[in-house]
């Protein structure tokens, strides 16, 4: 199972999280990655993401009752009992860039009070050299983070692969050319 390697928190992330009653959620959302094993070939950009994202959304949805937005929001939510919610956003494939669109959404949700906190997943350091080009990580999510929300309650966690492995099977994204 892929371990958690960093956790950095801004704004008082912690403090309203267990105000809230929210820390069972934030467990949920860190035990997403912990359902399945993660083996990587340990070459530059040389396995793919999409497997890894479904085995991630495959450990939110065994969790239960996460609401999953799969298009112009955050990814995942979820509310206590109490009212309060969190919402966690899934960097692991795409470009880089696109964690300030994830940044964006959860400064939108937490603002009109829609969320009360907020989670970033993302591959460290070591890891995200290992799969597709331009694939976020840690030093990138904290860079996005602290130029435009480190005012609100967000928590970046990011993990490493189990070991060595066979390669993730990459997808073909254009198929006009062989």
Known sequence: MPKITHVEDYDGFSERVSRLGLAPLVTEAETALSQFELLLRETKHANGTKDLRIAIDDGFEAAGDWTKLT???????KSNRNGGAIGVEVQVSGRS????????????EISSGHIDAGIIIVPDDKTSKFLTDRTPNFRTAKKHVELHASDLPIRIIAFEHDGIGPPLKKMRTNLGKL
Do not use: E, F, S
Request: proline share 0%.
């Open 71 to 77: 298009v112009g929001g955050i990814d995942w939510r």
């Open 97 to 108: 860039d696109l964690l300030a669109v994830d940044v964006l959404h959860l400064k939108t």
